[in-house]
T-cell receptor
Framework: KNEVEQSPQNLTAQEGEFITINCSYSVGISALHWLQQHPGGGIVSLFMLSSGKKKHGRLIATINIQEKHSSLHITASHPRDSAVYICAVSAGSYQLTFGKGTKLSVIP | DSGVTQTPKHLITATGQRVTLRCSPRSGDLSVYWYQQSLDQGLQFLIQYYNGEERAKGNILERFSAQQFPDLHSELNLSSLELGDSALYFC??????????????FGAGSRLTVL
């Protein structure tokens, strides 16, 4: 079974700061997902990647398959980025294994 | 609005009761996935349906069952409810059956409270 570890668990940043959230997994995967969960509870899929790097607006996700590690970066952070960010992996099957999430608070 | 509709949004019931959660996938999506999010366990995969057929099973209890109907909506039935079943239940959908190749679209969730 894949173990998914995220760090840090909690992160507080000042508005405008560059933020990095890390995700490590224990066995090979077919894809890694980054999800965002807002305080209201809804979940939004931010990225799905199996190699390299993807960018969407101020968000960048990278993955290193050899090192079994992914990072989610937020540039010029804003209070509206405050949410829980969840890493999830799939390993050729139909189910996702989730990390416990990183709670981000961006202070104005 | 993600396009995935879940009802009800909130549900309060008593131990021993049975409830049904409903999910309508995004238009064009054939796969429906159910997840449970509790405070102590985090998000866990329960079950997946693809075009009416069960495709994969995760940590779904025997007291829980699901199905996907010809119009592709899905229902998750939870019976003999226990306090520990209190959680957020999410439905997600994708175009095809392989989660490795698809971005998921999540519904807003159904919050179940068992008293």
């Amino acid at each position: 079974k894949n173990e998914v570890e995220q760090s840090p668990q909690n992160l507080t940043a000042q508005e405008g700061e560059f933020i990095t959230i890390n995700c490590s997994y224990s066995v090979g995967i077919s894809a890694l997902h980054w999800l965002q969960q807002h305080p209201g509870g809804g979940i939004v899929s931010l990225f799905m990647l199996s190699s390299g790097k993807k960018k969407h607006g101020r968000l960048i996700a990278t993955i290193n398959i050899q090192e079994k590690h992914s990072s989610l970066h937020i540039t010029a952070s804003h209070p509206r980025d405050s949410a829980v960010y969840i890493c999830a992996v799939s390993a050729g099957s139909y189910q996702l294994t989730f990390g416990k999430g990183t709670k981000l608070s961006v202070i104005p | 609005d993600s396009g995935v509709t879940q009802t009800p949004k909130h549900l309060i019931t008593a131990t021993g009761q049975r409830v049904t959660l409903r999910c309508s996938p995004r238009s064009g999506d054939l796969s429906v996935y159910w997840y449970q999010q509790s405070l102590d366990q985090g998000l866990q995969f329960l079950i997946q349906y693809y075009n009416g057929e069960e495709r994969a099973k995760g940590n779904i209890l025997e007291r829980f069952s699901a199905q996907q109907f010809p119009d592709l909506h899905s229902e998750l039935n939870l019976s003999s409810l226990e306090l520990g079943d209190s959680a957020l239940y999410f439905c997600a959908s994708s175009v095809v059956g392989s989660i490795g190749a698809n971005v998921l679209t999540f519904g807003a969730g159904s919050r179940l409270t068992v008293l």
